[in-house]
């Protein structure tokens, strides 16, 4: 089993920046993609960005430029680094693990964090 523990929501005003942090622990193979993912009120979860193991990054392309997603693997945390937020960013934000092997695939989630942009 894999534990995600986030942290670095709040509120922030429109402009500002956030950095939200995802601890992982537990059975973490060699090879795995860690991530963010958010849902608004009424909206479906969606993907904000995801990292490797390797280093690869994913970004949705809305958010490219605004956020950052990086790991350290050696504490075995995803950081995601928000910039120039947005109202629209408003959202739950949940932290993603994915383990990886040649048999499948394993997902975990977090159990998220709220981010509000609001003056």
């Known amino acids: 089993q894999v534990q995600l523990v986030e942290s670095g929501g709040g509120l922030v005003q429109p402009g500002g920046s956030l950095r939200l942090s995802c601890a992982a622990s537990?059975?973490?193979?060699?090879?795995?993609?860690m991530g963010w993912y958010r849902q608004a009120p009424g909206k479906q979860r969606e993907l904000v960005a995801t990292?490797?193991?390797?280093?690869?990054?994913n970004y949705a392309d809305s958010l490219k430029g605004r956020f950052t997603i990086s790991r350290d693997n050696a504490k075995n945390t995803v950081y995601l680094q928000m910039n120039s937020l947005k109202p629209e960013d408003t959202a739950v934000y949940y932290c993603?693990?994915?383990?990886?092997?040649?048999?499948?695939?394993?997902?975990?989630w977090g159990q998220g964090t709220q981010v509000t942009v609001s003056s």
């Open positions: 993603y693990l994915k383990n990886v092997a040649v048999w499948g695939t394993y997902d975990y």
């Open positions: 537990g059975r973490i193979f060699s090879t795995n993609v």
């Open positions: 990292i490797g193991s390797g280093g690869s990054t």
